[in-house]
């Protein structure tokens, strides 16, 4: 068993889930796996369990799992509301591919996606492991714009992290996350290399 870092209600994490309830824009980076907004609930279980090592019928999991439940819907419903954020989510291929073969979670997961990516506010683009390796590498980040404020926030072994306080900075990553999209296999074809994992 692996002990996490419990976030579920560090200060960085209740800042995190208010802000998504509002942000105009969101830039999300994520080579290991997918952000908690996108996660289906049997692949947030596949996930947390697998990353603790604890059982999926645990208390810890179940409540963990609760909780990505919880954010995931938050979210839909925003994309459902009359004037939805922006988002902007760039994966790294290996993301689509950590799951068991023939996985039905990561099957679900998937069919998920290429629905969501849909939607006409929100882009989703893969970087293809044949591309080999990019910047987005060097860790996940969220990028969070409201109307007066931006946060970037950064997820770790260790704990959670914002970054508030420096325009610039956020602005690097801002950037970074555009100019990963730019690399990255987006809309159709994107929802093609998704459909075809599905068929293995």
Do not use: C, W
């Amino acid at each position: 068993m692996t002990t996490m870092f419990d976030v579920r209600n560090s200060a960085a994490f209740r800042r995190l889930r208010e802000t998504e309830l509002v942000a105009r824009a969101m830039y999300l980076n994520q080579p290991l796996f997918l952000p908690g907004i996108l996660q289906e609930p049997g692949y947030a279980e596949a996930m947390i369990a697998g990353i603790s090592g604890l059982p999926a019928d645990d208390a810890e999991v179940v409540e963990r799992v609760q909780v990505r439940r919880d954010r995931h819907t938050a979210f839909l419903k925003r994309l459902d509301e009359p004037d939805p954020p922006r988002v902007r989510v760039v994966l790294d291929e290996s993301v689509l591919h950590r799951a068991p073969a023939g996985s039905g979670a990561m099957r679900a997961q998937l069919e998920h996606l290429i629905e969501i990516s849909q939607r006409p506010t929100v882009e989703l683009g893969i970087l293809p492991l044949d591309h080999g390796p990019h910047p987005g590498l060097a860790g996940s980040f969220e990028v969070h714009d409201t109307d007066g404020d931006s946060l970037l926030f950064f997820e770790g072994a260790e704990g959670d992290r914002i970054l508030d306080d420096d325009p610039a900075r956020i602005g690097l990553y801002r950037d970074l996350a555009g100019a990963l999209m730019a690399r990255a296999t987006s809309g159709d074809p994107a929802r093609a290399l998704m459909g075809s994992l599905i068929s293995r």
